[in-house]
């Protein structure tokens, strides 16, 4: 089984900047395709805020462009956020979501992560 791991998160002033990081734990991925960051403030519908696939561009919601860089490892299969002059709206609660298998043959499945609070304040 594996499970989705996230750190960095927590309450940083506007126009500062935190690195979220997501590793998987347990019995870890045979392969992973997609890998992306959502987050959801109170109130309002998860989003989409970046995404990368293996071998491929990142690509990002337009409130983030120019602000976030998303990466990500192959080999040890994590993916990082840094996020740099973060705003009051960019306050929510981000999760690591991961496409991939856990064994050669296996079916293509989302994992996700149990969240990690970002809190900018003004």
């Known amino acids: 089984q594996v499970q989705l791991v996230e750190s960095g998160g927590g309450l940083v002033q506007a126009g500062g900047s935190l690195r979220l990081s997501c590793a998987a734990s347990g019995s870890g991925f045979f392969s992973v395709n997609v890998m992306n960051w959502y987050r959801q403030a109170p109130g309002k519908q998860r989003e989409l805020v970046a995404a990368?696939?293996?071998?491929?561009?990142?690509n990002y919601a337009d409130s983030v462009k120019g602000r976030f860089t998303i990466s990500r490892d192959n080999v040890k299969n994590t993916v990082d956020l840094q996020m740099n002059t973060l705003k009051p709206a960019d306050t929510a609660v981000y999760y690591c979501?991961?496409?991939?298998?856990?064994?050669?043959?296996?079916?293509?499945?989302?994992?996700w992560g149990q969240g990690t609070q970002v809190t900018v304040s003004s």
């Open positions: 990368i696939r293996r071998g491929g561009s990142p």
């Open positions: 979501n991961v496409v991939g298998r856990t064994w050669s043959g296996g079916p293509e499945l989302d994992y």
